[in-house]
């Protein structure tokens, strides 16, 4: 069984940034996109950025300028990068993987004080 552990949440001020990182347990295969998405409380869960096989990124309105997504050295790694943090931002993190199956992190809690 397949598992992503989501690192790199944690409590910032407005205006400050936050990296967050995804690993797999073990090598996935056949890979089509790798991405993050978020859900604030009552709210949907909704894509934030996403970063395909061959290196195409996709990022949510919300986020563009802001937020960086990018493969780690290591394969099946992940990272956001996400500066000029906003209220708005705070929300539960989680890293998703889609090959034959769709994988999903636990989350990681980014709050974000203004």
């Known amino acids: 069984q397949v598992q992503l552990v989501e690192s790199g949440g944690g409590l910032v001020q407005a205006g400050g940034s936050l990296r967050l990182s995804c690993a797999a347990s073990?090598?996935?295969?056949?890979?089509?996109?790798m991405g993050w998405y978020r859900q604030a409380p009552g709210k949907q869960r909704e894509l934030v950025a996403s970063?395909?096989?061959?290196?195409?990124?996709n990022y949510a309105d919300s986020v563009k300028g802001r937020f960086t997504i990018s493969r780690g050295n290591v394969k099946n790694t992940i990272y956001l990068q996400m500066n000029s943090l906003k209220p708005e931002d705070a929300a539960v993190y989680y890293c998703?993987?889609?090959?034959?199956?769709?994988?999903w992190g636990k989350g990681t809690l980014v709050t974000v004080s203004s």
């Open positions: 998703n993987v889609n090959s034959d199956m769709a994988y």
């Open positions: 970063i395909t096989s061959g290196g195409s990124s």
């Open positions: 073990r090598i996935i295969n056949r890979i089509n996109t």
